[in-house]
């Protein structure tokens, strides 16, 4: 199984990213918008900025590390079905958050399998 | 501050990659090797199997996920200071895990800034 992992810069965000469950229903927001299963979370606060919160899937993850001093939003999801489009997730973080920056995006390809190829 | 996340796939774990203490230790050692500050830890077991932990550290995220049923470890390593090596923190953890197949890397750069110019 060959699957897209996928990541965003998210700049100019508002305040809402300081918030730990602004952050983790923004995730879970993603999960549903692909039809992924939720089965925890958690979050850490860094002092005096930031938070990085995890959502773990029945399918992988979704994790979000936020620098609000500079309005920005790390994104990095992994969705292992590859019916999932991890796409769609995150555009659903990106209404969550409604930045007025650009948003820039990465994918890399992992094989999910005993050997690469 | 323009950052290198690294990620691995690492083909031919053994048993332990089923293991989250296992895990986490091996977490902390990519953190110790490059002299990074663990701030928590989280783990999550999968059905029949399969385990997520992540490593918050002060500069950022040590992420495992395993399929043992693959003997496959992915790994997320992100270190938000310019004088950690996430190369070296990798190594860390392939010394722990003592593989029998290949390490696959892959690499994407983060602009950490209000914009991403």
Partial sequence: MKMKQIFAEIYGCGDLIEDNNFLID???SAATAVGATVIGDH????EPFGVTII???AESHVLLTTWPE???LLVDILLCNPAQDAALA???IVNCVKP????VKHEIF????PTPS
């Fill in 55 to 57: 959502v773990f899937l």
């Fill in 110 to 113: 992992r094989v999910i399998a």
């Fill in 90 to 92: 995150l555009d659903a």
């Fill in 100 to 103: 007025t920056g650009e948003v």
């Fill in 43 to 46: 979050a850490v606060h860094y």
């Fill in 26 to 28: 923004a995730a879970k």
């Fill in 70 to 72: 500079n309005g920005l």
